[in-house]
């Protein structure tokens, strides 16, 4: 019953994402407004002279493009708590992530906003496109499996730490019903603890989907291995069925998941997720393409990459063309603006 009816209000949703397909100028010219909006009430935007009625043309020209190096001193007002600096609320989580130049670490903002439109819409716009695309599948019949980071306190009470502990902390409480295992356990900052305790709490559910970063995710499927000694995954969780995977390249695990989990009815379906944002989605299983998911307070440009010295020859999503490549720049409902990030998309 409850497969029937979740199954049922997410493909209802299907309209939404044809919209981006069909409509995907428009809905990038209402995203600008909407930060635009939001962003004149920050520190920041005041600085840079935001105005929701602003152009494209006027937004670029008095915003330069920036690296994290460059954005990091409005992050670190933020973080010691000031409101209202990069978006207008007080930010209280922080992810965590790999260091930089001028910096031991990457601090990025997640804003209520980005929680809730764009990583948890994100998660249910990709388990639409996984059902659309099967209609026979039976996710819902049994749990989600989630590893997860871990959150530490500062001393001005800013919660810092993996992007996917921060999602659990704020997962709504009928999703936690849904998924395993329990968020405290998930939670644990020391990674073999944690995988014991996941091994004890799992190994008797019915496991139909996990996701994640490949690496980590094969990791916790090889230590349920040792755990029940059985032989392969199905042996343990016979009705799995979906890994949505993304953070790093899958092609060079492909084949150790094809070992471990050896089944044709096993799904895999690849997403562009980041500190920064959910920012495409695999839609179409027959094509390694992913579709950039274009209402999720997210406003994309893209620099070509001939011409990476040069921010101002950067242009937005109409401006676009086939086989180039470009640099991703961002500007984001977490309070990002005219990011760049390091990521180079094709289309």
Known sequence: MRHAILSAYLRSRRGRIERIRHQAVEQQRRILSYLLKKGSATAFGKEHGFSPRMSYEDFSGKVPVRRYEDFHPYIERALRGEAAVVWPQRIR????????????????????????????????????????????????????????????????????????????????????????????????????????AICR?????????????????????????????????????????????????????????????????????????????????????????????????VYYEFLPMQHLNDPSRAVPLEGVERGVNYALIISTCNGLWRYMIGDTVEF
């Open 93 to 196: 989580y922080f992810s965590k992530s790999s260091g930089t130049t001028n910096a031991q670490s990457k601090y990025i903002p997640i804003s209520d906003e980005s929680l809730r439109g764009n990583h948890f819409l994100a998660a249910y716009d990709l388990v639409t496109a996984y059902l659309c695309n099967h209609p026979d599948a039976r996710m819902f019949s049994g749990r989600a499996l989630r590893l997860g980071g871990s959150l530490q306190s500062t001393e001005n009470g800013m919660l810092v730490g993996d992007l996917s502990a921060i999602l659990i902390e704020n997962t709504p409480r009928f999703g936690l019903r849904m998924r395993v295992p329990k968020p405290e356990t998930a939670l644990i900052a020391d990674f073999e603890r944690k995988v014991e």
């Open 201 to 297: 709490e799992t190994v008797s559910q019915n496991v139909t989907s996990f996701a994640g970063v490949p690496s980590w995710n094969l990791v916790m499927l090889k230590k349920i291995l040792e755990y029940t000694g059985k032989n392969n995954i199905l042996e343990v969780w016979p009705n799995l069925e979906l890994f949505a995977h993304g953070g790093m390249n899958f092609k060079p695990y492909r084949e150790q998941y094809r070992r471990i989990i050896p089944s044709d009815r096993m799904k895999y379906i690849e997403t562009y997720n980041a500190s920064e944002g959910f920012f495409a989605i695999q839609d179409d299983p027959a094509t390694d393409d992913m579709l950039l998911m274009l209402d999720y307070g």
